[in-house]
């Protein structure tokens, strides 16, 4: 089983919860693309040994590798143009199957370039675990892993430049370069960084929402939306990740290890601090001195969770997750009006993605 046939599983269920299209003969968002991969076939023929690698997280149905695919296939259609009934009939399927298939692409290259930065995240933390299965570098080795990861980031150059759009090109590489800013920012916090909630907000931006949200904008833009669109998708998109990322903050203190699937306090333990953690030391600032001294010994991490418990950090960091939330909410409301069905539900379903991100356990 390829990776691209988990993907198209992952894309079927983001189809479900649309209505079939009237224009694509009932074959609904996707139209007859919907098993259309030409990507398979690039990746699969290319380096036999890296493309079986690569596939790796796709083939094993890791957790959570539908969210983007399905949030993007649903902003395709969110943002769809109302076409006049006078359009030739013709035109009007060609045109709409084409738009169709470039966006579906761009939700194939988030995908891939998402999976290339888990890779190479599990190599810099010598992870062992990914979302409950054993990560890639544990068993083929961390070079194959990083080479892997290389692949299928080369893979999505070439898939973007096939678009041929300069503007959604320049958006997607722009989400490559801040993968590698957060991961940097976060391997060289310095003592007064790792205090700021407002360095800790961009961080997160650069690791977990940036790609989201620059390929929301990107669909808008492929779309031939105006730029206050392509913002709105956007804003969207950001908003979304941000409140997904502090969900994940508060599951990583009051999850389990099964939900969690990296395991109870990974962050703390690796000395990352995150929001709920910065709420209880701005609640109890004798804690800044536990943080100075690290989490080496376990005992300094027992006192940190004292004192995170005593706090509201927790029940502020959902706050600030229900704020990003309802700001998504808001771009998603605030697209230009349409009463074609597919559109309306589509917008639904996105406006219901926010409130399962802020309701999830794991």
């Known amino acids: 089983m390829s990776w691209r046939w988990a993907f198209a599983r992952h894309v079927a269920q983001a189809q479900r919860l649309l209505p079939t299209s009237s224009a694509g003969g009932g074959t609904g968002l996707l139209g007859r693309h919907h098993h259309h991969m030409p990507l398979a076939s690039q990746i699969r023929s290319k380096v036999p040994k890296l493309a079986s690698t690569a596939e790796y ?3 094993v149905g890791v957790e ?9 296939l649903l902003m395709a259609s969110a943002v769809k143009f109302s076409l006049s009934e006078s359009t030739e009939g013709k035109v009007l399927s060609i045109l709409a199957d084409k738009l169709r298939s470039r966006q579906q692409n761009i939700a194939e290259i988030t995908e891939m370039i998402h999976v290339a930065s888990l890779m190479h995240d599990d190599v810099l933390d010598n992870a062992d675990t990914r979302c409950g299965v054993r990560s890639l570098n544990l068993i083929k080795g961390n070079k ?8 299928l980031l080369s893979r999505a150059c070439v898939a973007l430049a096939a678009l041929g759009n300069t503007e959604v090109a320049s958006l997607m590489a722009t989400t490559v370069e801040h993968l590698v800013t957060g991961e940097t920012m976060q391997i060289s916090t310095s003592t007064e960084q790792q205090r700021s ?5 961009q961080k997160t931006y650069y690791k977990t929402s940036s790609l989201i949200s620059n390929s929301c ?11 206050e669109v392509s913002v709105l998708a956007y804003e969207y998109g950001r908003n979304l990740g941000l409140a997904f990322q502090l969900i994940d903050d508060v599951l990583n203190f009051t ?23 910065l709420y209880a030391m701005e609640e109890f600032p004798q804690l800044l001195e536990v943080v100075d001294r690290g989490f080496g010994n376990p005992a300094n991490v027992e006192i940190a969770l004292d004192y995170l418990r005593k706090s509201h950090g927790v029940e502020r960091t959902k706050e600030l997750a229900r704020e990003h939330t309802d700001r998504a909410v808001k771009a998603i409301e605030s697209l230009p009006y349409s009463d074609d069905k ?3 539900t589509s917008r639904r379903a996105l406006v219901d993605i926010t409130e399962r991100v802020i309701t999830r356990t794991k």
């Open 342 to 344: 597919d559109v309306l």
């Open 255 to 277: 999850g389990t290890s099964a939900s969690l699937g990296n395991g109870s306090l990974s962050h703390i333990r690796h000395g990352i601090i995150t929001a709920p953690m």
């Open 197 to 201: 909630m407002e360095y800790y907000l």
């Open 57 to 59: 997280f796709f083939k």
């Open 144 to 151: 194959l892993s990083v080479l892997a990861g290389d692949f």
């Open 64 to 72: 959570g590798k539908r969210f983007q695919p399905t949030v993007l």
């Open 217 to 227: 904008k990107a669909v808008a833009i492929l779309a031939g939306h105006t730029a």
